[in-house]
């Protein structure tokens, strides 16, 4: 099988497995203080949620309760129709920070997560093919982009065959270009795979541009939640597309009707 070929072989053979997620009465409290209150949440299979909201209000929180990193204090997580006991076997998550070990190459990075040992060289060359940095493979992550971190990072994700690829706010550090290639390649690599993803983001703009379903959060709550219809590749100069953005923002500074 050449160089190319086995992680896209792995790629299609997973596009029917995407996870649903489902959470029930979700609650987390720290320190006295409520962050999320009895939530109820979902994430059909392949489907790519974006969740958005100000500073504080329970995402990220969201998102370590759903891998496992977190214990809810009341209600529980389902994922492919098991109730989450520990971590998640489908999940991976992708912080801000690519978190890669300045100790490793960057092949070695990602082959840390590919799953099968015998298959670490080849899986990390494909992902890495796939992100455009092969050619960067033997090389120390200090010396990349934040950019180019990121890429390994999501790299890194694919290698690990997770079926839920959970996103908290990967490229809120990037430069604006940086940031748009970056979105880019996230869609493009979904449409490929069709895996689950939730993505948290500050970005109203990066959240209409790439999310099948909206949620607005809160106070630890979904106060409001909508699909987007719009065609891919996104329109960001269409009206319509505008009009999302717009209503969106209207919701988070609490000026709708």
Do not use: Y
Request: hydrophobic residues 45%; positive net charge; charged residues 25%.
């Amino acid at each position: 099988m050449s160089n190319n070929t086995l992680l896209e072989a792995r790629l299609v053979s997973r596009t029917d497995k995407a996870v649903a997620v489902r959470t029930h009465a979700l609650s987390k409290e720290f320190s006295g203080r409520l962050v999320l209150h009895s939530l109820d949440f979902r994430v059909d299979p392949g489907e790519l949620v974006a969740v958005v909201g100000k500073s504080g209000c329970g995402k990220s929180t969201l998102l370590r309760l759903i891998c496992g990193l977190e214990k809810p204090s009341s209600g529980w997580v389902e994922v492919d129709g098991e109730r989450l006991n520990g971590l998640s076997r489908h999940a991976r998550l992708m912080f801000q920070d690519a978190a890669l070990l300045p100790w490793k190459s960057v092949k070695a990075n990602v082959a840390l997560a590919a799953p099968r040992k015998s298959l670490r060289d080849r899986v990390a060359e494909d992902a890495l093919q796939h992100v455009g940095l092969r050619d960067r493979a033997q090389e120390w992550p200090s010396i990349l982009s934040g950019g180019q971190r990121q890429r390994v990072a999501l790299a890194r994700a694919l290698a690990s065959d997770a079926n839920l690829l959970l996103f908290d706010e990967p490229l809120g550090a990037l430069d604006a270009l940086t940031r748009l290639e970056m979105q880019a390649l996230i869609e493009r690599l979904w449409l490929e795979r069709r895996f689950s993803a939730i993505l948290v983001t500050h970005d109203v703009e990066e959240a209409a541009a790439l999310a099948d379903r909206i949620l607005l959060m809160e106070g630890g709550r979904v106060t409001f939640q909508t699909t987007v219809s719009l065609e891919r590749p996104r329109d960001r100069a269409s009206a319509e597309f505008t009009a999302l953005k717009e209503a969106i923002l209207e919701r988070i500074l609490g000026r709708h009707a």
